[in-house]
């Protein structure tokens, strides 16, 4: 048995330990959505635009992440919409960006494993740098999305007579709270993987000018930035297309159930 087959084993044990049923759905999403990368990758190789193969697996993701992760329809399909409409934002602003900073590509610390091997295989990478930091977003997206939809959906529940700017306002407080934590998550992930090239450009005795202008080091920190903007687009988003969706939720409800001291 491999590591790598034996912490997904234990991963799997502790999932269902820990959260049951729902922990058993998570780890099959997680499986799946592994699957789906792998058939990007694929498709990718085989010529197939990287645009196309962008939107249509970062729809698939972001469906298959929400939708299993959650029974309630009032959360997930709220989460769901909001994180389409800062999937689509987060598109036409990551194709500004890679074109602006001209990070595609392998850096100069990749010439020894290149030496000897073509890099002309007919796929721009640009396309392909663009499709790298979309899917990178998705996990923080949906993430975001799911948690301001779920602590909307039990203020409604508590509350079904609230008004529409005092939910905006409860889903914008959600948000201020795991803004934080969310930041310091995505931060110290990229810091920690890429430790060995810190501790190399410490060793190197690289110049600041070079590292902030280091291929590597700046695609990145672009995807690092990119992907704490989508959260802070998803926040409002969220809050928004839930306010969007009040109505159609409350109508739903009897009036018995309505809280009379709201």
């Known amino acids: 048995m491999t590591t ?39 498709l990718i190789a085989f010529h197939v635009p990287p645009m196309f193969v962008m939107a249509t697996t970062g729809v698939i993701i972001l469906a298959v992440t929400i939708f299993m992760g959650e029974d309630d329809l009032r959360t997930t399909v709220t989460a769901f919409y909001a994180s389409l409409i800062v999937l689509a934002i987060l598109i036409l602003f990551i194709i500004g960006i890679e ?28 396309k392909v740098a663009e499709t790298v930091m979309v899917l990178s977003t998705l996990g923080a997206i949906a993430e975001a999305a799911m948690a301001i939809s779920s602590g909307l959906t039990e203020v409604l529940d ?21 803004i934080g934590t969310t930041f310091n998550t995505l931060f110290f992930g990229v810091f920690g993987g890429f430790l060995a090239l810190f501790l190399w450009f410490a060793g190197l005795h690289y110049s600041l000018g070079t590292i902030m202008n280091n291929k590597i080091f700046v695609a990145e920190m672009l995807e690092i ?27 739903k409800q009897s009036p018995s159930n309505y809280d009379k001291n709201d």
């Open 99 to 126: 074109h602006w900073a001209m990070v595609q590509g392998f850096g100069t610390e990749d010439s020894d494993e290149l030496e000897g091997m073509s890099i002309l295989i007919g796929i721009s990478y640009l």
């Open 158 to 178: 508590n509350h079904p007579r609230i008004t529409n700017a005092r939910l905006m306002g409860s889903g914008m407080a959600i948000g201020r709270q795991i």
């Open 225 to 251: 930035l990119v992907s704490f903007i989508g959260v802070l687009i998803t926040v409002p988003m969220t809050a928004w297309v839930m306010t969007r969706r009040r109505n159609h939720l409350v109508d």
């Open 4 to 42: 790598i087959t034996a912490l997904g084993l234990v991963l799997m044990i502790l999932m269902i330990l820990v959260g049951g049923k729902q922990g058993w759905t998570a780890f099959w999403s997680l499986l799946l959505n592994f699957g789906f990368l792998y058939f990007a990758m694929v």
